[in-house]
Nanobody
Framework: QVQLVESGGGLVQAGGSLRLSCAASGRIVSSYAMGWFRQAPGKEREFVAAIGWSGGPTQYADSVEGRFTMSRNNTQNTDLQMHSLKSEDTAVYYC?????????????????WGRGTQVTVSS
């Protein structure tokens, strides 16, 4: 089993920045692709970004390309740096892990999920 805990969410003004972190425990996740998804009220969960296992390639949703950067700081920790935030980025952000899967941009590909962290961007 893999446990994932997100942190770093909060309230920020439009144009600002936030850094989300995801800490994994219970199993070494170096063989897992890690992903970030988000879900706004009344909307489906959508893909934000993913990074391959062992620091492999990254993939971003068109809506965040050039503004968000995902990285693996070490085997168990993954970050999502968000710049130029917009009101439409407001959502609960979830970290997820998928074993040796790539590309990994669909929620159904992920076996493990965190509980999420709220990001609110005020305009």
């Amino acid at each position: 089993q893999v446990q994932l805990v997100e942190s770093g969410g909060g309230l920020v003004q439009a144009g600002g920045s936030l850094r989300l972190s995801c800490a994994a425990s219970g199993r070494i996740v170096s063989s897992y692709a890690m992903g970030w998804f988000r879900q706004a009220p009344g909307k489906e969960r959508e893909f934000v970004a993913a990074i391959g296992w062992s620091g492999g390639p990254t993939q971003y949703a068109d809506s965040v390309e050039g503004r968000f950067t995902m990285s693996r700081n070490n085997t168990q920790n993954t970050d999502l740096q968000m710049h130029s935030l917009k009101s439409e980025d407001t959502a609960v952000y979830y970290c997820a892990a998928a074993y040796r899967t790539w590309p990994a941009n669909q929620p159904r590909q992920y076996s493990y999920w965190g509980r999420g962290t709220q990001v609110t961007v005020s305009s």
